[in-house]
């Protein structure tokens, strides 16, 4: 191989790592903010979930308190 084609392959081999640099960087920034995206999500479903707990069963009448169906 001459001179000249080192060169070359070595200016290609070049950026292709800068390009691939640039592509692991935007995929980490991706996966970091979808990071928090799954935790604001895991919080609201905490939060939900202790709503949904705090919630009484009293708006419930037991059967004894149910009027019965009207009859036609």
Not at 24 to 46: F, G, P, Y
């Amino acid at each position: 191989m001459s001179q000249n084609d080192l060169e070359t392959r070595l200016d290609e081999l070049e950026t292709r790592l800068a390009f691939q640099d640039d592509v692991i960087n935007t995929l980490s920034e991706q996966v970091a903010k979808q990071e928090m995206d799954i935790r604001e999500l895991w919080e609201a479903k905490r939060l939900l979930h202790k709503q949904l707990k705090g919630v009484s069963p009293c708006n419930i009448k037991s059967e004894q308190e149910e009027t019965p169906p009207p009859h036609y």
